[in-house]
T-cell receptor
Framework: TQLLEQSPQFLSIQEGENLTVYCNSS?????LQWYRQEPGEGPVLLVT?????EVKKLKRLTFQFGDARKDSSLHITAAQPGDTGLYLC???????????FGRGTSLIVHP | DVKVTQSSRYLVKRTGEKVFLECVQD?????MFWYRQDPGLGLRLIYF???????EKGDIPEGYSVSREKKERFSLILESASTNQTSMYLC???????????FGDGTRLSIL
């Protein structure tokens, strides 16, 4: 079973601060996804990374896939209250299309 | 805009009832999934389907069954609801061979 550990579990910050969320595993993934879930809603796909060392940017969000494809990070610059939500990483490997989900990082950005 | 639609946002049922949760997607996806989400436990896969009339057990299938008679529709059935099945239920879909998924808005189910 592939396990994904996310850290930190909770994060409470002020508007304008920067933050990084981590997603780590001992398994190698062929692809890794990041989702954001707002309260009472379903997760929404933010990005998919597939190449070791890959960096993708989505406005103020920067996603990085580790060189060995075992870990990933999400960095948010100048966080805004609209960034509040649960951030989930999910990875699939070994030819499977069934992802394993981390337990998520709950982010609150205070105005 | 592509969508995964779950039939109810909130549902309250009684112990022992048979409960049906419906999910419809308009993206022509081959794969469909049912998860439950509980605080501290994350998303846990109940069942998935990779084609019409095909189904596979996920990590926690006990107490649940599924039906996929049409490509766009995937139903989750609680055969005899119990209080420990109170949870947020999420439906998702994806293209064949792809791990990235599109989710519905969820059904918050309470079993009394």
């Amino acid at each position: 079973t592939q396990l994904l550990e996310q850290s930190p579990q909770f994060l409470s910050i002020q508007e304008g601060e920067n933050l990084t969320v981590y997603c780590n595993s001992s398994s190698v993934f062929s692809s890794l996804q990041w989702y954001r879930q707002e309260p009472g809603e379903g997760p929404v796909l933010l990005v998919t990374v597939v190449t070791g060392g890959e960096v993708k940017k989505l406005k103020r969000l920067t996603f990085q896939f580790g060189d060995a494809r075992k870990d990933s990070s999400l960095h948010i610059t100048a966080a805004q209250p609209g960034d509040t939500g649960l951030y989930l990483c999910a990875g699939a490997g070994g030819g499977s299309y069934i992802p394993t989900f981390g337990r998520g990082t709950s982010l609150i950005v205070h105005p | 805009d592509v969508k995964v639609t779950q039939s109810s946002r909130y549902l309250v049922k009684r112990t022992g009832e048979k409960v049906f949760l419906e999910c419809v997607q308009d993206m022509d996806h081959e794969n469909m999934f049912w998860y439950r989400q509980d605080p501290g436990l994350g998303l846990r896969l109940i069942y998935f389907s990779y084609d019409v009339k095909m189904k596979e057990k996920g990590d926690i299938p006990e107490g649940y069954s599924v039906s996929r008679e049409k490509k766009e529709r995937f139903s989750l059935i609680l055969e005899s609801a119990s209080t420990n099945q109170t949870s947020m239920y999420l439906c998702a879909s994806s293209f064949r061979g792809q791990a990235s998924q599109h989710f519905g808005d969820g059904t918050r189910l309470s079993i009394l």
